[in-house]
């Protein structure tokens, strides 16, 4: 017979997550065939990750982090707000701030208005290439200044970048930027689910520091970002040269719907 496993959906400007709450840690963290087959569009319930909230000492909650490949993943940014969403409506955390842990660290989030923001890491460097930009924001972003932004095959185009001879060990995110009136633009391919999502907090952070560095963010402080799934924002503080601190990442973090699924 087989066992029922509860879940819960979540999205943020289009990035859709499965949330288990695991605080009675049942949930085995090695079944990669499990997870992947959970985020499987057609065989699954359909995400770009998976996410277990659990409790931890010191802290409101540990957030643990599945690609949609079924690997443990490295920081997702719009994971940390949904699931901070996520433990705000289920009652286990129902306050307008608090503070978590996850891949790369603890991280602080505010819930106001149905917007969530996230503290990210701060960045100490970032790489300066030929046409792009490399860092890491919790994740590691290749970031690249396109024009045509909404013709550009993000897959083809991505999947070249992520698969070339210095990433293809462990990948990276790649992310295409177009400046508009106001902001920039946004397309991502993301390692781990191995093709363009419609939004990546991570990488959207990224693309706002390097907007930054460009002087083309909205203001010196702060930088709008549209991604395919909807509108982000990101808030920082420049430390020096490529060095940024009181990173931000905000939006809306919503609920979708509440499910059961054999396993």
Same mark, same amino acid.
């Given at each position: ?28 963290? +090695? ?5 992947? %087959?959970?985020? #499987? ?7 770009? /990750? !998976?996410?277990? @909230? ?23 940014? +719009? ?5 901070? %969403?996520?433990? #705000? ?7 307008? /701030? !608090?503070?978590? @842990? ?33 860092? #890491? ?11 045509? @932004? ?114």
């Amino acid at each position: 017979m087989k066992n029922k496993l509860s879940f819960y959906k979540y999205q943020g400007a289009g990035n859709d997550f499965i949330l288990i709450d695991d605080r009675t840690v049942q949930f085995d963290e +090695n079944r990669t065939e499990l997870v992947g %087959r959970l985020c #499987d569009r057609r065989f699954g319930i359909g995400a770009d /990750g !998976l996410m277990l @909230l659990r409790e931890k000492s010191g802290f409101d909650f540990e957030m643990i982090y599945f690609n949609a490949d079924g690997k443990v993943g490295s920081m997702c940014g +719009n994971g940390g707000r949904c699931i901070a %969403r996520f433990s #705000d409506d289920i009652g286990f955390t129902a306050k307008p /701030g !608090l503070r978590f @842990l996850a891949a790369d660290g603890p991280h602080e989030a505010e819930l106001k208005n149905g917007i969530v923001r996230l503290k990210m890491s701060d960045v100490s460097e970032i790489e300066t290439g030929d046409g792009f930009y490399f860092l #890491d924001t919790g994740s590691p972003h290749y970031v690249k200044y396109v024009s045509g @932004l909404d013709e550009l095959d993000v897959f083809g185009e991505g999947r070249k970048i992520r698969y070339s001879d210095r990433f293809a060990a462990t990948g990276t995110n790649v992310n295409f930027i177009e400046p508009f009136n106001g902001g920039i633009k946004i397309r991502t391919y993301e390692r781990g689910v191995e093709n363009e999502t419609l939004a990546c907090g991570t990488g959207v952070t990224a693309a706002a520091l390097t907007a930054a560095l460009k002087g083309i963010a909205t203001s010196a402080e702060n930088c709008r970002v549209k991604a395919r799934g909807g509108d982000l924002n990101v808030t920082f503080r420049s430390a020096g040269k490529n060095q940024f601190t009181d990173i931000w990442l905000e939006g809306p973090a919503e609920f979708v719907y509440k499910g059961e699924i054999s396993i």
